[in-house]
């Protein structure tokens, strides 16, 4: 799978005629370490872009895995929009394999070795104009997990006092047990300027977690 990358990440230097090099986001332990049938896409940082940002999708076949390789640099607000479009690309191909998924590309730091973390079923949700502080500064409804770019994490329940936990994403699952049953719907939410990387690892972190008794929804919502 190693070799694969790097073959893939040859052919794109040579298209665009110089080297560019896409700094993959780290992982601790990866769930997913081996997938056959693959196609690449690259969403690279690119600071001589209005955005920063540089899709290539040129090897893109809607009936295989993709591999999404994903600068760690960038911020959520430069990297979501790229993605939703590569997966409205995929949902409303004339040529789908239900079976084909998609995934974030990372470097396993323990392996040694490529990692991945499925996005498939994931619903990108841009909110504009609102961010979130504590004391809240409106009526909490709903209930829900937000991560800022201070690495902050507020732990919203309605029928409990809010919560942040401060950069300790070690003790992240054992508070949200704490405060949420199985009766909750909890929604992830995102500050739009959290680097890729902390995303990632959030996101890593839910994953190879015990979580099964926390109902957190496919949707996603990206405060802008």
């Not at 090099?21 to 001589?48: M, R």
Request: aromatic share 12%; proline share 3%; charged share 25%.
């Amino acid at each position: 799978m190693k070799h694969i990358f790097i073959f893939y990440l040859f052919i794109i230097c040579l298209s665009c005629g110089k080297r560019k090099v896409v700094q993959l986001p780290e992982i601790s332990h990866s769930e997913i370490t081996n997938i056959k049938d693959v196609s690449v896409a690259y969403i690279f940082y690119n600071d001589t872009k209005p955005d920063s940002t540089e899709l290539n999708r040129r090897n893109l076949i809607s009936t295989t895995n993709w591999l999404v390789n994903v600068d760690k640099r960038l911020t959520l607000k430069q990297a979501i929009p790229h993605i939703k479009f590569l997966q409205d690309k995929k949902r409303n191909s004339s040529h789908k394999n239900e079976n084909a998924k998609n995934y974030f590309t990372c470097n396993d730091t323990i392996r040694k070795n490529l990692g991945f973390i499925d996005f498939t079923n994931v619903i990108y949700t841009i909110i504009k104009n609102q961010t979130i502080t504590i004391p809240l500064e409106y009526e909490v409804t709903t209930t829900f997990i937000y991560f800022n770019k201070n690495e902050e994490v507020f732990i919203i329940n309605p029928h409990k006092k809010p919560f942040i936990n401060k950069s300790n994403k070690n003790q992240l699952i054992k508070d949200l047990k704490e405060i949420f049953t199985s009766e909750d719907n909890i929604s992830l939410r995102f500050d739009k300027e959290l680097p890729f990387q902390n995303y990632i690892t959030i996101k890593s972190i839910l994953s190879k977690n015990n979580t099964e008794n926390l109902k957190i929804s496919n949707t996603e919502f990206i405060h802008n």
